[in-house]
């Protein structure tokens, strides 16, 4: 891979020649039944989203043409290549779908980037000219090897909100000094592994939605929540901060591995007073088994992709208050971990 | 304790939840409950929204045990839940909680049994005295359930507990007989119990027209006389009355379709802005509205409301029954199956502006939408000879698709390409799927989850049904005491002839949806 100069007015040439050989393409099919003036291929953009990937990821495309028929998006995808030459390349393609049933296509732009490390520093002014005027900018760092990249802070200081995944990460503290970092000013900062505990927390809420489930989160004492794997997840203390947030009181938190899963995850929660207690715990995979007092139920934890999890945070763009005072409560967590007797 | 007060609570991620309570319906072997009301509350537990210990008592005259009544509604879920896949632990869960008591409504003893279930259910399903009655029964018996529900003094809630009743429409058959339905609930219920359903108001569309109005600035300074010429509504069927003959000729059009759906939809579209989207302020506007329809005269009636039936046709190589040929349905029926109205209202916003409104069965295809018909351009320099492509292409038009296709098109002029200067029309479209791409929740849903969790604000109130009843009532007056020359339409048409010259008299045209 060589490195080309690339320029904003250069990409959305070419975007306006795509946009154009679209239309053609289109003007060859059936007229669009509607009214006169009904175009064969619709433009949908309701945000800029980049994508930072590793070289060697194969599945992002497959989640970004999901998304986008959730969240149309002016879709760019910057692979941050191995190799230590500097290198830039850019592309455009559309990602279009036909609804089921309609005679209209339906399209998002995408610009794919490539950058190597070294080069990524002349990446940023490049974005800031491909943004969507006047609509939000997410950005996406899906690479695993990305976090904790100086050289991405200017693609990240572009964005609205940056989307991180603390799922699989160990050391924990890094990552949230982190994330703390770059919630800076406007910018919101969200984490796939927060995301991934909406279920956990709505399961727990329900169990306490009545005068009696009232009267039990009065007199919880003791948090304890279960994990798999080989080191804490994130989503652990998360649940763990967010308990004691809800509750506005130092509950005592125990945080307990109960075996080996090849990712590491919460697979309980126990909330005990003295006279009952409250669990919700992962039975299989995707079933769970929720206990309050004398009452037993099952529901399902549905399996989420990584594209329904985008979806879900995509749809809050504004503050997220809950999760801000949990990255806040984190860090007061840890030390407790690290100071406890092993 | 309120759900506002769980602790756990999360309002910017978490869905609205429904507090431990229980379901009453009447008439739970009839057609609503499996179709809709099962298949809502299946989908709604799928969700998570559900309490634990939540429970349905259903109750109609035949003879049933839980465990057939059980069997009978997970059919229903099979057969008629859309875009959610089947869990079975999660429709046991739900089924436990399902029970069938069978009873004669007329008879009291049919409500102390439904009573000593429903206390039974309190104390093993903890769901706090908390119960929402549903009529999904024929109208005729809801008079005889309100009745039963006061004597058993099921309508009090204890300390801390709540009751509520959803009504099903039709609320009467005319005013009077709504009124007279009006004025025996009352008498067990307080109007802040009581819930009366108009399930257009609770699809996704419809509501998006709040949205669309008052989340944006750039419209609501045109949503008045000195920019919109007139406004259209149309709810068009491509099917017949499918075996519902009977019912539907005491019914037909205008009582079906626009005295209840079609004036909800207007005054959705016309209201003045609330103060706060709260049930008291957003009904508050929409009973204003239907309040300043203009009645009509009977002389006022001839010019401005036309009765349709659709008559045998062949469609598509098909043999299409006339509505008198349909079975059931009397020879000599004069039941409209399309009715049209110019309805206008006396206010200053809208002042001038006909709000045309029509609806029938048989039509060219299945739509409904609302078709806002701004004012031409004061003046086109774009004459050419004699030819003027401004004219030609017709003012600004704004469609509010309610479906399918549920979506906001914007038509406006734009030059065509090239030398010269020739303009066409063109659409900026939202398409409310395809830009969401998730799915959206049937009315059911969302009105079942609204009356669990005590919001009436996409509910009717009592002024407001009193009011649309009023406006339709000169209508159906001038229309009983006139022979009409039916069938009028063909099947497959867009209504008869009569409905076109109702526009052409004010020099406007239905649009082809």
Redesign the interface.
């Known amino acids: 891979m060589g490195t080309t100069a690339i320029s904003p007015s250069r990409i959305l040439k070419d975007l306006d020649a795509l946009w154009l050989s679209l239309g053609e393409e289109q003007q060859h099919e059936p007229p669009v039944s509607g009214a006169p003036g009904a175009s064969p291929v619709l433009r949908a953009c309701a945000m800029t989203l980049i994508a930072v990937v590793d070289t060697d990821d194969v599945t992002v495309g497959e989640t970004l043409a999901m998304l986008v028929r959730s969240h149309p998006s002016r879709l760019i995808v910057l692979t941050v290549t191995s190799g230590d030459a500097p290198s830039l390349q850019a592309g455009v393609t559309a990602q279009c779908w036909m609804p089921f049933g309609k005679r209209q296509q339906i399209c998002c732009e995408q610009i794919s980037m490539s950058a190597s490390r070294v080069s990524l520093q002349e990446i940023p002014p490049v974005i800031r000219g491909l943004i969507v005027p006047d609509l939000p900018v997410a950005c996406w760092l899906r690479g695993r090897n990305l976090i904790q990249t100086p050289e991405l802070d200017g693609v990240i200081g572009l964005a609205d909100k940056l989307i991180v995944d603390s799922g699989g990460v160990a050391d924990l503290s890094a990552q949230i000094g982190y994330i703390s970092t770059h919630e800076a000013g406007a910018r919101r900062v969200c984490d796939l592994a927060w995301t991934r505990l909406t279920r956990w927390r709505e399961a727990i809420a329900q169990l306490f939605d009545d005068a009696v489930g009232a009267e039990r989160a009065r007199r919880l004492e003791r948090i304890r929540i279960e994990y798999q794997g080989a080191h804490v997840p994130m989503s652990a203390y998360y649940l763990a901060a967010w308990l004691r947030h809800s509750l506005a009181r130092s509950l005592k938190v125990e945080i307990v591995r109960v075996g080996d899963f090849e990712r590491a995850r919460v697979c309980s929660v126990h909330l005990a007073e003295q006279a009952t207690d409250v669990s919700i715990t992962v039975t299989t995979d995707r079933d769970v088994q929720l206990h309050a007092g004398a009452r037993d139920a099952h529901t399902v934890f549905p399996r989420l992709s990584e594209y329904e999890l985008l979806r879900e945070e995509l749809s809050v763009l504004g503050p997220d208050s809950v999760y801000e005072s949990v990255i806040a409560a984190v860090p007061a967590l840890l030390a407790e971990s690290e100071a406890a007797p092993s | ?1 309120t ?1 506002s ?6 309002a ?4 609205r ?1 429904v ?2 309570c229980a379901l009453v319906i009447f008439g739970a072997n009839g057609d609503l409950t499996k179709r809709k009301l099962i298949p809502a509350l299946y989908r709604l537990a799928y969700e ?1 929204r559900l ?3 939540f429970a349905v008592v259903g109750n109609s005259r035949t003879e049933m045990t839980h465990e057939q009544f059980r069997d009978k509604m997970r059919e229903a879920v099979l057969e008629f839940t859309e875009e959610t896949p089947f ?1 079975e ?2 429709w ?2 739900l089924a436990t909680g399902l029970y069938y008591d069978s009873g004669d409504l007329k008879d009291a003893g049919c409500y102390t049994r439904i009573k000593a279930r429903l206390q039974e259910i309190e104390h093993s399903r ?1 769901t ?1 005295g908390n119960i929402l009655f549903y009529l999904s029964t024929q109208p005729s018996h809801y008079r005889a359930v309100i009745h039963g529900l006061g004597v058993a003094n099921l309508a009090k809630p204890g300390n ?1 507990a709540w009751r509520r009743i959803v009504v099903e429409k039709p609320f009467g058959h005319d005013l009077a007989s709504a009124r007279e339905l009006d004025d025996a609930i009352p008498r067990v219920f307080n109007e802040e119990q009581v819930y009366r359903i108009d399930h257009y108001l609770g699809k996704e569309t419809v509501q998006n027209i709040l949205a669309f109005r008052f989340g944006n600035s750039i419209f609501e300074p045109l949503w008045n006389r000195n920019y919109i010429s007139s406004v259209q509504i149309t709810a068009a069927e491509s099917i017949g009355v499918e075996g519902r003959g009977a019912y539907y000729q005491e019914a037909g059009a205008l009582r079906d379709m626009i005295q209840n759906h079609l004036l909800q939809i207007m005054a959705t579209v016309a209201m003045e802005p609330p103060a706060a989207f709260e049930a008291q302020t957003v009904r508050d506007e929409r009973a204003k509205l239907l309040r300043s329809i203009r009645p009509f005269t009977h002389d006022e009636v001839r010019l401005n409301a036309v009765a349709g039936q659709y008559g045998p046709c062949r469609v598509g190589g098909q043999a299409l029954a006339g509505f008198r040929e349909e079975s059931g349905v009397n020879p000599e029926a004069q039941t409209d199956t399309y009715a049209a109205v110019t309805f206008t209202v006396d206010n200053w916003r809208w002042a001038g502006v006909p709000f045309y409104i029509r609806s029938g069965k048989r039509m060219t295809k299945r739509v409904t939408d609302i078709a806002i018909r701004f004012h031409s351009a004061p003046h086109s320099p774009f004459q050419t000879g004699n030819h003027d492509s401004a004219s030609w ?1 017709g003012p600004n038009l704004l469609v509010l698709r309610v479906q399918p ?1 549920e979506g906001i ?1 914007l ?1 406006f002029l ?1 030059k065509l390409p090239g030398s010269g200067m020739k303009l ?4 900026m ?1 939202f ?1 409310y ?6 799915r959206s929740p049937a009315a059911y849903e969302t009105l079942l989850v609204d009356a669990l969790t005590g919001d009436a604000t996409l509910y009717t109130r009592r002024d407001m049904v009193e009011a649309s009843w009023e406006a339709v009532h000169p209508i159906m007056e001038v229309w009983q005491n006139t022979k009409k020359e039916f069938p009028n339409y063909e099947a497959g048409s867009w209504g008869p002839k009569a409905s076109d010259e109702m526009l052409g008299r004010r020099g406007h045209s239905w649009r082809v949806p």
Do not use: C, L, Y
């Open positions: 304790m759900p007060s769980n602790p756990f609570r999360d910017t991620r978490f869905e939840r507090r431990p998570h309490p634990p210990g869990e632990k999660i046991n869960d903890q706090g801390g292409a296709e098109t038509r734009s066409r029309p063109v659409e479209d398409k799927g395809s830009s969401f791409g998730m």
